[in-house]
């Protein structure tokens, strides 16, 4: 499996980014697909987490700002991310689990300057 993310940048606080990540592969129907990130000096958090039925699950400091979406035929995940701020700033990474196994794509950079 590959992941392929796209869409980082840089934005002033308040602006949005959108995340997009293509799942390439054997990828078995039952799976979640996510984002992950991590900031210099601190450890990889998940913010948001979407399965194959939709089910989805965001980290607390999300906080309404953030929507992940699914596209099941495209094998693709996007990640809506508005009201930016800067603590936001981080390497982004897109995350494939399925059972006893977990992918990560390369990490897209998102800078939010205040």
């Known amino acids: 499996v590959q992941l392929q993310a796209s869409g980082g940048g840089l934005v002033q606080a308040g602006g949005s980014l959108r995340l997009s990540c293509a799942a390439s592969?054997?990828?078995?129907?039952?799976?979640?697909m996510g984002w992950y990130r991590q900031a210099p000096g601190k450890q990889r958090e998940m913010v948001a987490i979407?399965?194959?039925?939709?089910?989805?699950n965001y980290s607390d400091f999300v906080e309404g700002r953030f929507t992940i979406s699914r596209d099941i035929a495209k094998n693709t995940i996007t990640l809506q991310m508005n009201n930016l701020k800067p603590e936001d700033t981080a390497l982004y990474y897109c995350?494939?689990?399925?059972?006893?196994?977990?992918?990560w794509g390369q990490g897209t950079q998102v800078t939010v300057s205040s």
């Open positions: 592969g054997s990828i078995d129907s039952f799976n979640i």
């Open positions: 979407i399965s194959n039925l939709d089910s989805t």
């Open positions: 995350n494939l689990w399925r059972p006893g196994i977990n992918y």
